[in-house]
């Protein structure tokens, strides 16, 4: 395996670009239409000197019971591929935000009838102000692409959905948080 | 591995145990973080603002846990259940934060778990019993806002673990408060029974609200929401005045001690088990 300079180079990163691509394509446990890398919770693939392949999760919520099977997940996909040594650290700085859910990630979840986030709100440091009577953000719904819709609930099956429900189509639906 | 059930790789690894997502003697919730204290940081200090935060978040959680299946709406429960979650996860990191700067090595599980009532070190108001719907809502009003108050300006700690546990609550806890101070207008500006229950709530809240601002200088701040929220709602603002002892000393109610005696049972039940 090791062999001179040049070569181990190219070698060790074209097996860094294998274990990342691996590791990106483990679902999400609870939004299985999800990879780890549509929802923006991987947080760069490495292999060390002595070969470890390292991989960085960042929890979406600090409660977020999914945490241990995404380690799990990713340990065992990486290790079917032949990788026996993985580490996998959690990353918590920054902070995920739901705007590293990518493009192929919302589509999916709209395709899936569950809306996905608008733009997280930019916080500055200092306090966060209340806003009482702030303007509720439009979401369209995924079934029928109606703008009239409302919040029925801000907290849902999982930490990071909210529930709404179309106006126009009568259909309740999940929304992604924006945070 | 078995995309059929993706919680099933979670047992993979341990054959004679069938571990699911929840229970004990999982990986340290830090794991991989760099875990140096810097140089300048007091170590006690900062083990003891950990220690603080993660017993005010366990204990809400579990009261917060008490509404599943007393809720007036599933829609509440969900969310009271989500928030108490949230802090939940809050509290995993913190412990694990302290259990390696109080020079003690201990995991989460020996602070949730084996540690004794005046061990803890939550404000009071956190163990109050639920009472009704009106005082959860007022406490978690109140609490929320001083840990929102409190964790942005952690965003600043000079200790890089405590500054990103900060930085990630301070997301969650912004909507924690958002939901609290919401019902607590609709219910203040609602029937005449819902504003009953608020201002009677709002009595039994402000004797345990100086607490809060003894140590952390939030104070104008969170005084500052309640006033913004009461307004609103068309309730007095709280009138606090100190209570003898703290929380923060290890002087709780008397409602501490049964509500760790439910949390830590099954632990002390079985030490050291996994499941």
Redesign the interface.
Known sequence: MVTTGGDMVTTVSAEARRARRIAEQV?D?EL?MLTLADLGVLRGVEITEDGTV?A?LT?T?????????M???VA??LR?AGFDRV???????????SDWITPAGRRKLAEHGIAPPGAAPR?S????P?E?SATRRSVTCPRCGSADTEE??????T?CKA?WRCRSCREPFEYV?E? | ?S?DH??M??A?GHEDDARW??GTG??D?????DTTVPEGVDAAGLAACCLALGDDALVSAQRLAEWCTRAPEL??E??L???G??????A??LYARCGQVDGTGRGEDAYAYFRDPGDFRNVRLAELPCGDFAFSVTRLLVLS?WR??HF?QL??SPD??L???A??????L??H???A??WA?RLGDGTEESHRRMRRALEQVAPYIGELFTAYDVRD?VVA?LR??TE?AGLPMPVYRPLPGAGRDGDHTEHLAPLLVELQSLARAHPEGTW
């Not at chain 2, 919730?29 to 973080?33: A, D, I, K, S």
Request: with cysteine.
């Open positions: 679902p446990p299985p390292v960085g929890p919520y600090s409660g977020c019971p999914a945490m241990a099977e380690r799990a997940g065992a996909r079917q580490e996998i650290r959690t990353v918590l700085d920054p902070p995920w935000t916080r440091t200092g306090p966060v209340l009482l029925t609930s801000r907290f849902a099956a930490s529930l948080k945070i | 591995m995309d993706v919680y790789t979670l993979e997502a929840y999982f990986e919730p830090l794991h991989g973080v829609e509440e969900v969310a259940a989500n928030i979650l949230d802090l939940l996860g809050q995993r990191l806002s929102l108050a942005a965003t600043a890089p673990v500054a990103a546990i930085a990630k609550g301070v997301k969650e912004a909507y408060r958002q939901y101070a919401e207008v701040e929401v913004q929220v609103a």
